[in-house]
């Protein structure tokens, strides 16, 4: 079956930089975008960006864009998602999810900024 | 980019009963790409409904979608005590894709 997998919970210092992989299983990774969204504690969800597997085309909401960097390994239907410069504010579970003809989302990644 | 607006904010219903949860879009949704999820406290968002009225795999048909344009609606008919969550839609006709700000379903 389709499935994302994401990788572990993270805990960074302020100013430090996080990447978060997420493999895909049971479909052709290069047919689906991969979106990248995070839900900060007792919030909503927020889209960040999102990265065509097949031509590595990026495309980032206005407020990630200066620092987070999508991309992807297709020899291993993977995708990451690095956001540098962290700070307490971006404290939350970040998912990645593939949208379009099928929707699947990964389980999420707890990533925790704290000195 | 699609604005999406969720409402009521918070629903008070005890189980069996039905609820009716709206989505509106600022804009149409092209070919109706609007899905439903709901969610669970510490859990990712599950699917329910996709291209605004096909229950996603294993979803009891007591969920269902519907709408067209900008106006959307979940319905839960005989609600069960594991259905209090929070419900969000979602349209990915469009990019930006965009999430409403959530519904919470609680027990009344």
């Known amino acids: 079956q389709v499935q994302l997998v994401q990788s572990g919970a993270e805990v960074k210092k302020p100013g430090a930089s996080v990447k978060v992989s997420c493999k895909a299983s049971?479909?052709?990774?290069?047919?689906?975008?991969i979106h990248w969204v995070r839900q900060a504690p007792g919030q909503g969800l927020e889209w960040m960006g999102w990265?065509?597997?097949?031509?590595?085309?990026?495309y980032y909401a206005q407020k990630f864009q200066d620092r987070v960097t999508l991309t992807r390994d297709t020899s291993i239907s993977t995708a990451y998602m690095e956001m540098s410069r962290l700070t307490s504010d971006d404290t939350a579970v970040y998912y990645c999810?593939?949208?379009?003809?099928?929707?699947?989302w990964g389980q999420g990644t707890l990533v925790t900024v704290s000195s | 980019e699609i604005m999406l607006t969720q409402s009521p904010g918070t629903l008070s219903l005890s189980p069996g009963e039905r609820a009716t949860l709206s989505c509106r879009a600022s804009?149409?949704?092209?070919?109706?790409?609007l899905a439903w999820y709901q969610q669970k406290p510490g859990q990712a968002p599950r699917l329910l409904i996709y291209?605004?009225?096909s229950r996603a795999t294993g979803i009891p048909d007591r969920f269902s979608g519907s709408g067209s344009g900008t106006d959307f609606t979940l319905t839960i008919n005989r609600l069960e005590p594991e259905d209090f969550a929070v419900y969000y839609c979602?349209?990915?006709?469009?990019?930006?894709?965009?999430f409403g700000q959530g519904t919470r379903l609680e027990i009344k």
């Open positions: 999810a593939a949208v379009g003809a099928i929707i699947a």
């Open positions: 049971g479909y052709t990774f290069t047919d689906y975008y």
């Open positions: 990265i065509d597997p097949n031509s590595g085309v990026t």
């Open positions: 804009q149409s949704v092209t070919s109706s790409l």
């Open positions: 291209g605004a009225s």
């Open positions: 979602h349209q990915y006709a469009s990019s930006p894709i965009t």
